[in-house]
Every structure is written in structure tokens, then in C-alpha cells.
């Protein structure tokens, strides 16, 4: 079955530190891999994406860390900031598309102030 | 420029009963997609549509589960004869037709049967 485990499932930062968060997957076939940001009440939207012809990408604060032979990927907020308190999904699909994304459980992140 | 607009925001159902989810993608947006979302658990496919034509519903349950996104008018997922397990949010995302963009995600119907 198509799965991506996503780790730890909350997590507390103090605010100006580094949150990371952790995904793993076993489909070779995907090759799309965004992560995904839920305040409550809310949908989720787009935070950024990477695609596996890269390591890495950064845009301001958060960067996706890819590693295809190991299968993972994660991501990494810096300078985390009380505003960033929210859910966050991993999610991988294939076809290099959106369609049909197999997500994360998430992960609850609390920034303190 | 509205995002996906899903109604109602909150929807109440007996045991039994039928509930019906409305979805209006982004102006210009040609592409539907359905998720379900568990409390705890992370969003689950559930079917992918274009106008008049579902393009992969392998994440709908056989049975009471049905959606629609007819040529005029929003996207439709309906639930017949809805059981307490169907309790969750449900997410409306929206597309342009190219393959390599972004879903674009509404606010959720979130549905309780009692």
C-alpha cells in the first residue's frame, strides 16, 4: 500500500529555533513530494515543493531536504516564529503531478513565544 | 479572485439520512479533487474529476458514496444514507488543467452524523 510515514506527530519549538520534520516513503514511483501547512479551521495550502532531481530547496524560511536513496525528505523552518504554529502534511504523488497525493498524518507544531 | 469556496461550512446528518457537499472551484480551475480527513489523520483521496467526467475515484468507498461535477454548477460529493464512521472533514481542491500545478485547497465541509 501506498504510504508516507510522516514523524514526530507534534512538536514544540521556542520561537527562534529550528523546526524539522521528518518524512519517509517506500513507492519509488513517487516524484512529487510538497508539504502542505493547516491552521485550524482551515485547509490546508501549499507550502512548497520539491521534485527528486534535487537535494534541496529553500524558499525564505523553509527548505525541503530530499534524500532518494534513502527515501525521505523533510522540512526544516528557521527562525521559527509563533505564527507558525499550525499542522503540517507531507504528501508524495506520482506522474510528477498532483493528482491523487498520498499524505502524512502531520504534524502539530507549537512555536512558543 | 475567490479561492475554492466549499458549503455548507458545517453539516449535521442522522444516522441514515443524505448529505450533500458543494464544491466551486477557482475561476479557471477545470480539475476537482475530493479528500477526506479523519480526526488525527492526514487527508485521504477520495475521487478526481473534470467537468462531466470522473478521472479516478479509486479512493471512494463502493457503496453510498457518489460525485458528480456536472458542466454547469459546483462539484457534488453525495453521501446516501450516511453512518456515524462517515463523521469527518471533507476537502474540496481545485486544479488548472496543467499537471504540474498546485491543488488549491477550500476551507472543508465538515460533517457530523449523530
Known amino acids: 500500500q501506498q504510504q508516507v510515514k510522516q514523524s514526530p506527530q507534534s512538536l514544540i519549538v521556542q520561537k527562534g529555533g529550528i523546526s524539522i520534520i521528518n518524512c519517509a516513503y517506500e513507492n519509488t514511483a513517487f516524484d512529487y513530494f510538497p508539504w502542505y501547512q493547516q491552521f485550524p479551521g482551515k485547509g490546508p495550502a501549499l507550502l512548497i515543493a520539491?521534485?527528486?532531481?534535487?537535494s534541496e530547496k529553500k524558499e525564505g524560511r523553509f527548505t525541503i531536504s530530499f534524500n532518494k536513496s534513502a527515501k525521505q525528505f523533510s522540512l526544516h523552518i528557521m527562525d521559527s516564529q509563533p505564527g507558525d504554529s499550525a499542522t503540517y502534511f507531507c504528501?508524495?504523488?506520482?506522474?510528477?503531478?498532483?493528482?491523487?497525493?498520498?499524505f502524512g498524518k502531520g504534524t502539530k507544531l507549537t512555536v512558543n513565544p | 479572485n475567490a479561492g475554492v469556496m466549499q458549503n455548507p461550512r458545517h453539516l449535521v446528518r442522522r444516522r441514515g439520512q443524505e448529505a450533500r457537499l458543494r464544491c466551486s472551484p477557482m475561476?479557471?480551475?477545470?480539475?476537482v479533487y475530493w479528500y477526506r480527513q479523519l480526526p488525527e489523520e492526514g487527508l485521504k483521496f477520495m475521487v478526481y474529476?473534470?467537468?462531466?467526467?470522473?478521472?479516478?475515484e479509486s479512493g471512494m468507498p463502493k457503496e453510498r458514496f457518489s460525485a458528480e461535477f456536472p458542466k454547469e454548477g459546483p462539484s457534488i460529493l453525495r453521501i446516501q444514507q450516511v453512518v456515524r464512521g462517515d463523521s469527518a472533514a471533507y476537502f474540496c481542491?481545485?486544479?488548472?488543467?496543467?499537471?504540474?500545478?498546485?491543488?488549491?485547497f477550500g476551507n472543508g465541509t465538515r460533517l457530523t452524523v449523530t
Open positions: 474529476l473534470q467537468k462531466e467526467n470522473i478521472i479516478d
Open positions: 481542491a481545485s486544479s488548472p488543467p496543467s499537471r504540474e500545478s498546485p491543488l488549491h
Open positions: 504528501a508524495a504523488s506520482t506522474q510528477g503531478g498532483s493528482e491523487k497525493l498520498v
Open positions: 475561476k479557471g480551475h477545470s480539475h
Open positions: 520539491i521534485r527528486p532531481d534535487v
